[in-house]
């Protein structure tokens, strides 16, 4: 099929219907039921790539599912889409825009063509430009406005701007380097900049301005404050903001008139998103704290899963069958989230990235077409790290009315092993699949004496759908290759849903409506307000509240 055929409407493809079909057959099919049918299920339902290996079998599918599913992609040109994303096609078609995140991790011989212009050695040089940035942070030669080392570095941004660093640096803290402090402000709410900057010195504090556009209001209002303490806390000199203020953009024009050097200003492109940009420049922090080789093992982990992602069969890529299961969850089985459970520590912002990168991405209700979709699209994706979560809600998923598939995330090896600690972690996460997946009867219970009465509430279910992703360790190339594995999940999602992943119109409207309410707080004489009665009634309340006289 090729890119440009005419794909039918989701609900019309034949393998839609099948699958319809299907799940009526085998709606009421339990998980003990399809274990005891096959006793070798969990060692057929698996794929492994790129070292990350993927346990599906705890899925509600059989064979004949997957084999649907698989006919639903083909039906869908996922082929065709793949191929023009990594051919640097511009299929952002609501911003005329390529796609190439998947260039920012290429190597220095590939080549990735933009309206005919290999990017790729752009791509490189910024690279080296960051190396030799980070290498003079890192070792001290460079130095603050009053001759000091830098010791604090403060990442200012929002979205893709702020997640994506944070989440790397919580991620990869076992490798960066102790002697720097790393912060993030990213909240309008000037707590995050006031407690982010508590007890720094601004004589050794070094801010990177975080934003493609460098307009957004959350990342300029904040730059402005460091901007303002800083040059109080060093005597007022305007000098002293290029020695302390770099920037990460696209856009030069606006860096250079908030007063930072551009050449101090790392770069990348337009056909990077916003959430699809922590292995691009914004990842300057990542760098800063883990060093340049950590930060390009980063960047080979996610080509390396890239690469899977292009030339395995779909019946063994691990993005491919991770989408499709979500869309059968989601669509046939009814679920609305997906939870996702990192069993390590270090991967606590992982959940919160992937909303970004999950809902931004695919939260849309018009398809390609600029037509109203009649199926819904995206989960809602949302997590914590286990065990944590088990001791809140897994209760919900255990028992609750609702359908929450799970991702969880697990380890061979503890980055920090202590005593038995890694032994039990592994425990639970074994377990909470199992208990998910199969329950416990009411015979199981009866079997274990307890009072009748007692019966209903110890009653599993069961039939909960997970997936287990097992990997070695949390290396910076592992955290590349998971981080690749979502991004290409989204994608199939999108490819599957007939939605663009890379645009963000839903997020204009409130941006709008607050710039022009941001005058009606402000101006000493209320303007005519002219929202609704409870928005009017709310912006007057406000006032009298914030200066009652
Ligand atoms: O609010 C939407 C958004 O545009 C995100 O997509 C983006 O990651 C974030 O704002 C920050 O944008 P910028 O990097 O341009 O400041």
């Known amino acids: 099929m090729s890119n440009k055929s005419v794909i039918k409407s989701l609900t019309q493809r034949p393998a839609w219907k099948a699958l319809a079909t299907h799940h009526k057959k085998i709606a009421k099919l339990h998980l003990r039921e399809l274990f005891a049918a096959d006793k070798q299920r969990g060692e057929k ?11 599906y079998s705890k899925n509600r599918v059989t064979t004949e599912t997957i084999k649907l599913l698989l006919q639903l992609a083909k039906e869908s040109n996922l082929r065709g889409r793949i191929d023009a994303m990594f051919a640097g096609e511009k299929i952002n078609i609501t911003e005329n825009r390529a796609v190439l995140h998947v260039a920012l991790r290429a190597p220095k011989s590939a080549k990735i063509f933009v309206d005919g212009k290999n990017v790729v050695p752009d791509v490189h040089a910024v690279l ?77 504090t070094l801010f990177i301005v975080s934003s493609k556009t460098f307009t957004t209001q959350e990342t300029m209002t904040n730059a402005e404050s460091a901007r303002a303490w800083l040059l109080k806390g060093l005597g ?61 093992a980063l960047l080979a982990g996610f ?19 991770m989408a499709l299961l979500s869309v059968w969850n989601t669509n046939f089985l009814g679920a609305e989230t997906v939870a996702v459970l990192p069993y390590e520590n270090y991967l606590k912002r992982f959940p919160a990235y992937l909303q970004q990168l999950t809902m931004e991405s695919n939260g849309k209700y018009i398809t390609l077409a600029g037509k109203k979709v009649n199926y819904q699209t995206s989960p809602i994706y949302w997590g914590e790290p286990g065990t944590n979560g088990q ?31 890694h032994d039990l972690l ?121 200066s009652p006289t």
């Open 236 to 296: 007022g000199n305007k000098n002293a903001v290029a020695k302390h203020f770099v920037a990460v953009s696209t856009n030069a024009e606006k860096v250079s008139a908030f007063g930072i050097d551009t050449a101090n200003m790392f770069g990348f492109w337009d056909w990077v998103g916003g959430r699809y940009s922590m292995d691009s420049a914004i990842g300057l922090s990542t760098m800063l704290a883990i060093g340049s080789e950590n930060f390009r």
């Open 45 to 55: 339902l698996i794929t492994e790539a790129a070292g990350l290996f993927l346990d």
């Open 303 to 321: 080509h390396e899963l890239d690469e899977h992602f292009r030339t395995a069969p779909f019946s063994e890529n691990l993005p491919v069958l």
């Open 128 to 204: 080296d430009k960051m190396t030799g940035f980070a290498n003079r942070v890192r070792s001290g030669a460079w130095k603050g406005h009053t001759g000091k080392r830098i010791t604090n570095i403060v990442n200012i941004g929002i979205g893709g701007s702020d997640l994506g660093p944070v989440m790397a640096y919580e991620a990869l803290k076992h490798y960066a380097k102790r002697d720097l402090k790393f912060l993030f402000v990213s909240n309008v709410d000037g707590a995050d900049f006031v407690e982010a900057v508590h007890g720094l010195a601004p004589a050794e």
């Open 426 to 546: 592994l425990a639970n996460v074994l377990a909470q699949s199992e208990a998910l997946a199969f329950g416990k009867t009411a015979a199981e219970v009866k079997a274990e004496k307890v009072p009748d009465a007692l019966v209903p509430h110890k009653v599993f279910e069961g039939n909960r759908p997970s997936n287990t992703i097992l990997a070695d360790r949390l290396t910076p190339a592992v955290l590349g290759r998971l981080v690749a594995l979502y991004e290409h999940i989204v994608f199939v999602q999108g490819a599957i849903w007939s939605v663009n992943p890379f645009d963000q119109w839903g997020v204009e409207l409130g941006k709008a409506l607050a710039q022009r309410i941001v005058p009606e707080l402000e101006n000493k004489i209320l303007p005519p307000l002219q929202h609704d009665s409870s928005t009017n009634n709310l912006i007057r309340r406000y006032r009298k509240m914030k």
């Open 391 to 421: 001791h809140s809600f897994y209760q919900l998923i255990h028992q609750g009315t609702r359908l929450i598939p799970c991702d969880f995330i697990a380890f061979a090896h503890a980055l920090t092993p202590l005593g038995r600690h």
